[in-house]
């Protein structure tokens, strides 16, 4: 089992609705990361959270907004999105002090946008 | 800059014969590798990681992998398939130099046949 959350697991949604995705891990993780994957692709790096503060923003459309409220919960608020927008979001975390690239993962939030 | 290659996009074995996956990397210094693995419809979890220590390589469910510099080449191995191995599995490389940034190879689906 898993020990980072995601909420929901399923989303659907309109282009003009406003949501949200939850992550949450209780492990003291430090680190934390928003992934998007698309079907039969790598995921791909979207906003990192170290020590609560946003530390990269891989060129992320607005639309999208990350929020880490405190180390141990993850959002991301999501807004006029658009059906390419559409895929698996994933989040992970990483303790600190270990050796980069060693993540937790959730098991994902699926997004649909119609 | 850092990058990686999966060699096969799909490999078939049957159960209960080894399974090989392989890796090919690109890194301007001295790289971390790891193996994650995806099942259907499931988060990431890491299989394995490389870290400069001992270049033969054990993780869980009975994988190994192996650094070779030479060869830049960081596959993986199981001596004997079980049906729960069919998965979709990622190499992924991080180097320091690229702000420990990971990249991820383009997977590799291994089908499991009875």
């Known amino acids: 089992d898993t020990e980072v959350t995601q909420t929901p697991k399923h989303l659907v949604m309109g282009m003009t609705n406003k949501k949200s995705l939850k992550c949450e891990q209780h492990?003291?993780?430090?680190?934390m990361y928003w992934y998007k994957q698309k079907a039969k692709k790598p995921p791909e790096l979207m906003f990192v959270?170290?020590?609560?503060?946003?530390?990269i923003n891989e060129s992320v459309p607005s639309r999208f907004s990350p929020e880490c409220p405190n180390s141990s919960l993850l959002n991301l608020h999501l807004h006029a999105l658009q059906p390419e927008d559409s895929a698996l979001y994933l989040c992970?975390?990483?303790?600190?002090?270990?050796?980069?690239?060693?993540?937790?993962f959730g098991e994902g939030s699926r997004l649909t946008v119609l | 800059a850092q990058s990686v290659t999966q060699l096969d996009s799909h490999v078939s074995v049957s159960e209960g014969t080894p399974v090989l996956l392989r890796c090919n990397y690109s890194?301007?210094?001295?790289?971390?590798l790891f193996w994650y693995v995806q099942h259907p419809n499931k988060g990431l979890q890491l299989l394995l990681k490389?870290?400069?220590?001992?270049?033969l390589v054990k993780g869980i469910n009975g994988f190994e992998a192996e650094f070779k510099k030479s060869e830049t080449s960081f596959h993986l191995t199981k001596p004997s398939a079980h049906m729960s191995d069919a998965a979709e599995y990622f190499c992924?490389?991080?180097?320091?130099?690229?702000?420990?940034?990971?990249?991820f190879g383009g997977g590799t689906r291994v089908l499991v046949k009875p």
């Open positions: 992924v490389v991080s180097e320091r130099a690229a702000g420990n940034k990971l990249t």
């Open positions: 992970a975390s990483s303790p600190p002090g270990t050796v980069t690239g060693e993540l937790f």
């Open positions: 959270y170290s020590y609560e503060k946003l530390s």
């Open positions: 492990m003291g993780h430090r680190a």
């Open positions: 490389y870290t400069s220590a001992a270049t």
């Open positions: 890194s301007s210094y001295s790289p971390s």
